[in-house]
């Protein structure tokens, strides 16, 4: 194995195992041996990634494709960052078409769908969602994540029947897949097995407590901090609901919430609502779970704009409701 090789290699173990800093080092000590290997820049890309710089790793991508335009993991990654964290859905969608004519198997042709159909789904598009899904192939695929990944797929496009053959299917072969968990309750709410759905997000509230916090992870002083911060940079129409409520931070939801038709991917819970029957302050105590929100961010410094749009949103829901049409179900995709 020569040394550009050993140090790739290398990289992409420690990636895998979440010293994102270890495989950055290696990487650039590939990078020293050949700046013009596009493996080389597609690792640093991955790298910053995993590390909470998104931009950064998009500039990693292209560097890679530059070097190499059928670079298709290159593509694929890229792809990913367009659509989270960075948003930019019209560019995601278009890398993931230039994806496709390149890919030569079924798995490559279902990753970017799958990449795809994320992206059209951030955009409201669920015709256009419906319409890439129905091109997705039926395999054999060489990976059983295919089955959860396109499980997955047909219950956010509104096909709860065969979302759950597939997400079952992932259960089956193994009870700690976390996400199918998740999916498994989300389906049993819609099927209206509320007892089955609760069942299925207890199971998912015990394995994400196993699971580690995101690598870039606020203190939880740091985090509290932020959240005073963000009710602090509500407009005063939506600030005057919680002002003066306590506020607690908690990794995530406890059972006894989950257990009452709470979502364990819950963001946050307002509570101790001003009522007739019992007057004071419109909000007595906000309830804010880091894990759930820092989950989907990809570095710190997003915490605080996510904290203030969630508390829009949860105000809006609570308090406006009337306004803003029918009441959410209580297991909600966050």
């Known amino acids: 194995m020569d040394q550009l090789t050993a140090h790739l290699d290398r990289g992409w173990d420690l990636a895998t195992h979440g010293d994102g800093r270890g495989a950055e080092a290696a990487a650039l000590q590939a990078l020293e041996i050949d ?32 070097l190499d335009e059928g670079y298709f993991d290159a593509m694929l990654n890229a792809a990913e960052v367009l659509v989270h964290p960075l948003g930019e859905l019209d560019e995601a969608v278009e890398m993931c078409d230039e994806a496709l004519t390149w890919a030569e198997t079924d798995d490559e042709v279902a990753d970017a769908l799958l990449i795809k159909i994320d992206a059209l789904l951030s955009k409201r598009d669920d015709d256009g969602a419906r319409k890439a899904l129905s091109t997705m192939p039926t395999g054999p695929f060489d990976s059983d994540r295919y089955d959860f990944l396109i499980g997955r797929a047909w219950f956010e496009v509104g096909n709860v029947e065969r ?52 690598p870039w992870s606020l203190p939880a002083e740091a985090f509290e901090q932020a ?108």
Not at 163 to 175: C, F, G, P, T, Y
């Open 35 to 66: 700046p013009d290997a596009p493996e080389v820049h597609n690792l640093l890309g991955y790298v910053a990634a995993m590390n909470g710089e998104p931009e950064q790793a998009l500039e990693h991508y292209k560097d890679a494709l530059a």
């Open 163 to 214: 979302a759950s053959e597939l997400i079952e299917r992932v259960v089956a072969k193994d009870e700690r897949h976390v996400e199918a968990q998740y999916y498994r309750g989300l389906i049993r709410d819609a099927k209206g097995d509320a007892l089955g759905a609760t069942s299925s997000f207890l199971r998912v509230r015990i394995l994400d407590a196993e699971a580690p916090a995101v």
């Open 227 to 334: 959240v005073r911060a963000a009710v602090a940079k509500l407009d005063q129409a939506l600030r005057r609901f919680v002002e003066h409520a306590e506020v607690f931070v908690a990794p995530l939801p406890g059972i006894e919430v989950i257990a009452d038709g709470i979502d364990p991917r819950a963001p946050m819970l307002l509570d101790g609502i001003a009522t007739p029957e019992r007057p004071g302050p419109p909000c007595a105590r906000i309830f804010v779970y880091q894990r759930n929100i820092e989950r989907l961010l990809g570095a710190a410094h997003e915490v605080e704009d996510e904290l203030v749009a969630t508390l829009e949103h949860e105000i809006a829901a609570t308090f406006l409701e009337d306004r803003r049409g029918p009441e959410r179900p209580k297991h909600q995709m966050n």
